[in-house]
């Protein structure tokens, strides 16, 4: 039975398989027809979603290349979709296809940290959260240096 269409969080602790389950939720998605900039895949890290988006890429490329490599991948990636209850059918045409319109949505595509979804949800509607002016989110040197400055202004 093919897995129903819906919201899922996938929890677990580090070393667990959030990636891998994140990746093939992914391509199950585009495998049922969902467009690219209609999937939303977040987790903690910058880190972590640019490794999630290169190894959905890098699946997709796998299983749509030419030869025992390509079709070795291919039948790795419809038993990936089987086991996750995804459509497990893929041919490499269809493969092939999915990876150009992923490419070619690239700049739409929402892989990303939820500190980034979060500021995109801000930057959409400061009026109604009551802010005003820009904003950045700082790590690192500066955020200790502004924490050491407001610190210091305060006390």
Known sequence: M???IGHEVIRASAGAGKTYQL???YVGL???GIPPEEIVA???SRKAAAEILDKIVERLARGSAAGEAGAEALRGLNRALGEGGYR???ERPEVLAMLRRLLGQLHLCRVGSLDSFFVGVVRA???ELGL???FRIVEGYTA???RQEVLGRVL
């Open 42 to 44: 977040l987790t903690f």
């Open 144 to 146: 200790r240096r502004a």
């Open 88 to 90: 497990a059918d893929l």
């Open 23 to 25: 990746v093939t939720r």
């Open 30 to 32: 585009l495998a049922a």
């Open 132 to 134: 005003v002016g820009d």
């Open 125 to 127: 509607f400061p009026f």
């Open 2 to 4: 093919i897995r129903p």
